[in-house]
């Protein structure tokens, strides 16, 4: 097998170097400075002359010094004019390979203005693109110092901690608990309900359990064991908010899902119509409507008759889009909901569904006007908190060591005590931190506690909108909460009576949501800068405060 490989390996070298004059002294560069390639394949099978895919792994010092997952890709793009396409192939391979690094793709271009040719299709990716003119790289004296000092140079001025897209693959750190507990609970057959805090997780969260469910159809005989099928509902246009729209967007989904788990949609059975992605833009709206309940059923009945028994799941994203919070007609999202319990009720382990949310809030009433909501007593919840005090130190120390800083336990102490790990408050501390550190300082710069003062005063400016969303989130979980967590935070040796004040069940969903800390913590809330934020920006009601 491994004979096979490396004749396949040295096969694709050869039609590169055909290709591609430059390529064999190029590829022979990255081998000198220690670099193995693994794999090597053209982003398109068929032309005269194409973009090509090399999958390396970085010198062990190189990974180290910047924590690179196991492979980086690099991209050789021989255009005169470098293509949108070239990105386009690079994101799909990043898609498909979960060994390659995230958050970095280098790009070897002949077009010496391929940077500024490609900003647009780049931007948009949420990762580092670092281009290469050929000239440079076949310049370079020692590559191995020359591509250390490219990474150091161009991850120091990258905005790394920043907070964009959620993460996935070798960049997706932790919750290990979290993505084992609801991954059973959904493969035997019980929806869950997600929920969290704004930029907790929830898509991150999402996202690695589809992943891990793709992963696991690639080993042994590639028998898959579910078919996930994400629908991110924030991506519904303006146009979509209805009905046909939902169903439309959700054809597409499953198009795509099918392709991440290698189903050719024409082998199941299903309708013609819905065989021909392109033809799903023309369907009528009634006919996408009727499309939908047939698609999935024969996707169903596939996977009834499969040896593995795959699980159908659909992942839907921000589901309270469809409950009443945009202009998404109530009655059509209790159609669809109506329609998806339906099929978990006669599918039972054959179909399942997941929502997320930033609370239950929709989910747990019992009745909407007349009609009957049907994910109440149905869907289990699932509240999500922050990262665990592990979790944030790997997440900042590996980003920290991409741009040559180190935190010191100093550092990481106080910025758990701000945040409580809250992922997107975290990231921010240390973006502005890392804001404040000049690229000469790098390299022999640890962040100490003081370093982490001076900025809290504008961290505690830059964050005013999120801490009024944490509050209204503490609102929609006990109106009697924000009081409680004032007087806990006003009279501290008092705060275990201040919160017992609270419902049980509320008292619970705000220590599961990771708000309020566990007893026995020495501060009764859990997120330090949101505690401080109550105490400049609320008042105590008169009642309350009478009663304190």
Same mark, same amino acid.
């Given at each position: 097998m491994e004979n096979n490989k490396q004749e396949a390996l040295a096969e694709y070298e050869r039609r590169l170097f055909r290709e591609v004059p430059e390529a064999e002294s190029i590829v022979l560069k990255f081998k000198r400075a220690g670099h193995w390639l693994r794999r090597v394949e053209p982003a398109t099978e068929l032309g005269e002359q194409r973009t090509w895919l090399l999958f390396w792994t970085p010198n062990r010092a190189l990974a180290e010094s910047f924590d690179l997952a196991p492979e980086l890709l690099l991209v050789l793009t021989p255009w005169a004019e470098a293509q949108a396409r070239d990105v386009s192939a690079a994101e799909e391979a990043l898609t498909r390979d979960y060994r390659l690094d995230k958050g970095i793709v280098l790009v070897v271009a002949r077009d010496g203005e391929a940077e500024r040719r490609l900003s647009q299709s780049v931007r948009h990716t949420g990762r580092l693109y670092i281009f290469l003119p050929f000239e440079q790289v076949l310049a370079a004296q020692d590559t191995r110092i020359w591509l250390r000092q490219i990474l150091r140079d161009r991850l120091g001025s990258a905005d790394l901690f920043a907070a964009g897209r959620p993460v996935f693959g070798w960049d997706f750190i932790g919750r290990e608990k979290e993505i084992q507990t609801i991954r059973r609970k959904l493969l035997d057959g019980r929806p869950v309900g997600l929920y969290g805090l704004r930029k907790a997780g929830k898509t991150s969260v999402l996202i690695a359990i589809r992943d891990q469910l793709v992963a696991d159809a690639g080993r042994g005989a590639r028998q898959p064991v579910a078919v996930p099928i994400h629908l991110d509902l924030l991506g519904l246009s303006f146009a979509e908010l209805k009905r046909s729209g939902f169903m439309r967007y959700l054809l597409r989904a499953m198009h795509e899902a099918l392709e991440r788990v290698g189903i050719e949609p024409a082998t199941l059975g299903l309708p013609p119509s819905f065989a021909d992605r392109r033809r799903l833009s023309e369907l009528a709206e009634q006919d996408v409507e009727r499309l939908v309940p047939q698609a999935l059923e024969c996707l169903i009945d596939w996977a009834a008759g499969r040896p593995s028994s795959p699980t159908i799941l659909l992942f839907i994203d921000e589901y309270e889009r469809i409950l009443g919070t945009s202009q998404f007609p109530l009655a059509d999202g209790l159609d669809i909901f109506d329609y998806l319990r339906g099929l978990v009720q006669r599918y039972p382990g054959v179909f399942n569904f997941?929502?997320?949310?930033?609370? *239950?809030?929709?989910?747990?009433?019992?009745?909407?006007?007349?009609?009957?909501?049907?994910?109440?007593?149905?869907?289990?919840?699932?509240?999500?908190?922050?990262?665990?005090?592990?979790?944030?130190?790997?997440?900042?120390?590996?980003?920290?060591?991409?741009?040559?800083?180190?935190?010191?336990?100093?550092?990481?102490?106080?910025?758990?005590?701000?945040? *409580?790990?809250?992922?997107?408050?975290?990231?921010?501390?240390?973006?502005?931190?890392?804001?404040?550190?000049?690229?000469?300082?790098?390299?022999?710069?640890?962040?100490?506690?003081?370093?982490?003062?001076?900025?809290?005063?504008?961290?505690?400016?830059?964050?005013?909108?999120?801490?009024?969303?944490?509050?209204?989130?503490?609102?929609?979980?006990?109106? +009697?909460?924000?009081?409680?967590?004032?007087?806990?935070?006003?009279?501290?040796?008092?705060?275990?009576?201040?919160?017992?004040?609270?419902?049980?069940?509320?008292?619970?969903?705000?220590?599961?949501?990771?708000?309020? +800390?566990?007893?026995?913590?020495?501060?009764?809330?859990?997120?330090?800068?949101?505690?401080?934020?109550?105490?400049? +920006?609320?008042?105590?009601?008169?009642?309350?405060?009478?009663?304190?």
């Open positions: 997941l929502i997320t949310g930033l609370g *239950g809030a929709k989910a747990s009433v019992s009745r909407y006007g007349t009609r009957q909501n049907p994910l109440f007593n149905f869907v289990i919840d699932y509240p999500l908190a922050g990262l665990t005090r592990e979790e944030m130190d790997v997440l900042l120390g590996r980003i920290g060591r991409r741009l040559s800083l180190g935190f010191l336990p100093e550092a990481l102490q106080a910025i758990w005590r701000e945040t *409580g790990g809250h992922p997107y408050l975290a990231r921010e501390l240390g973006r502005l931190i890392d804001k404040g550190i000049s690229m000469e300082e790098r390299a022999a710069r640890n962040i100490d506690l003081a370093a982490v003062q001076t900025v809290l005063p504008l961290f505690h400016q830059e964050i005013a909108a999120t801490m009024t969303e944490i509050r209204d989130a503490v609102a929609d979980i006990d109106p +009697n909460a924000t009081s409680a967590l004032l007087l806990a935070l006003q009279y501290p040796s008092d705060s275990a009576d201040a919160l017992a004040m609270l419902k049980p069940e509320s008292l619970h969903a705000l220590r599961r949501y990771g708000i309020v +800390n566990e007893p026995g913590a020495p501060e009764p809330v859990r997120i330090g800068c949101f505690g401080e934020w109550l105490l400049r +920006n609320e008042v105590l009601p008169l009642k309350a405060a009478a009663n304190a």
